[in-house]
């Protein structure tokens, strides 16, 4: 088993990667927490999959177990079903010294995470991510959030969990386009922080999940250390996805978030290098890695829309926002330009 230890300032807590560790997450939580009622928040694919064994560990380390069950999609990311939640867990009497297990990929993580960090001002949380996109990415940090009518993620807050158990055996279930989604979290980090990660992934070889996954947390772990909070080199973990928010808002959320961030990447990518910032090997790399994992390179959308969507992303901070532009493999900057450069940005990463 393969453990990244995650040293936030609000909470310090551990990162298990494994196969099979479903069947022992009652007793690694329970070493931690002690035991007590445990609210299992999932969506209705991943209940069919993997709630059963996931209560069974419970009441075998002696935890009360309850659940609730929402449909599964983005668009289930709403305030409505997060006021459903908090009124299942008001409902059950859970008190601030329960527990709050959110089992599932980005989606139940983000509103399960975020119900966990407002009922009651705040009760305990673990993030068991059963896609690749969540393991590598939103189960670790602390990042919770439901979406708005005006955008994705506007309403949040930062709630570090207790424990992430990533069973590595739940990703035998996805498709391949699931698979795909993951990987274009991955290429990320290994363009912002890591050249040897990408030869990794440039092999196509039998890749060693857990090792990958473990890779990952450990560069967003060291990037949350600095910046819990997002205030500054934690927005490098946004590379693509000011416009991939875009292209997901414009396709009304049917564009999954790892596409969408893929063609985000390529856009800032290209606008790097038509503005002297980037090399340009390093756009012709992302292009011929993002293929080969079949993710996409070019938006179905034109500047206009994106434009319109990116100015209600929650990095915009008044008439500037802060860009995340690759100089070279492995090496990103912070840029924050005027509203009137980001569309000049954009226009040149389409074009």
């Known amino acids: 088993m393969k453990s990244v230890r995650v040293n936030a300032k609000s909470k310090a807590y551990t990162v298990y990667i494994a196969n099979d560790l479903l069947k022992s997450a009652g007793s690694l939580i329970s070493k931690i927490t002690g035991v007590s009622k445990a609210a299992i928040i999932t ?10 064994q996931l209560e069974v560990s419970l009441k075998e380390a002696g935890f009360e177990t309850i659940k609730y069950v ?17 009124n299942f867990l008001a409902e059950n009497r859970l008190s601030n010294q329960d527990m709050v297990f959110a089992l ?33 990415d939103s ?35 996805l498709d391949n386009e699931q698979l795909s989604n993951g990987f274009s979290e991955i290429l990320k ?26 890779s990952c947390v450990k560069i967003k772990r060291d990037i949350v250390e600095l910046d819990e909070c997002d205030k500054g080199i934690r927005n490098i973990l946004n590379f693509g996805h000011t416009f991939g928010h875009s292209i997901e808002k414009c396709s009304n959320f049917t564009i999954s ?20 910032i980037c090399e340009r090997h390093c756009y012709d790399a992302l292009i ?16 206009q829309e994106l434009y319109n969507a990116a100015i209600s992303d929650k990095k915009r901070k008044g008439d500037k926002i802060t860009l995340i532009i690759p100089e070279k493999i492995g090496k990103c900057i912070l840029k924050t330009v005027p509203l009137s450069e980001m569309r000049t940005l954009l226009q040149l990463g389409l074009n």
């Open 43 to 52: 969506d209705d694919i991943v209940d069919a999959l993997y709630s059963k």
């Open 70 to 86: 929402f449909q599964n999609g983005e668009s289930s990311k709403n305030t409505d079903n997060l006021v459903a939640i908090l």
């Open 104 to 136: 599932g990929g980005g989606v139940v993580g983000d509103i399960a995470g975020f119900a966990a960090a407002i009922f009651m001002r705040g009760i305990k949380l673990v993030q068991i991510p059963t896609t690749l996109l969540a393991m590598v």
């Open 139 to 173: 189960s670790v940090g602390g990042k919770t959030a439901v979406d708005l009518p005006f955008g994705k993620n506007l309403a949040g807050a930062f709630y570090q969990p207790e424990l992430v158990i990533c069973d590595t055996s739940t990703l035998s279930t």
């Open 189 to 214: 980090y290994a363009f912002i922080r890591d050249f040897e990660l990408l030869n990794r992934l440039k092999s196509n070889k039998t890749l060693e999940l857990d090792g990958i996954i473990e």
């Open 257 to 276: 978030h790892g596409k969408a961030v893929a063609v985000g990447m390529a856009i800032m990518t290209k606008a790097g290098v038509k503005s002297g």
């Open 288 to 303: 011929s890695i993002l293929q080969m994992y079949n993710l996409p390179t070019e938006s179905i959308y034109g500047a």
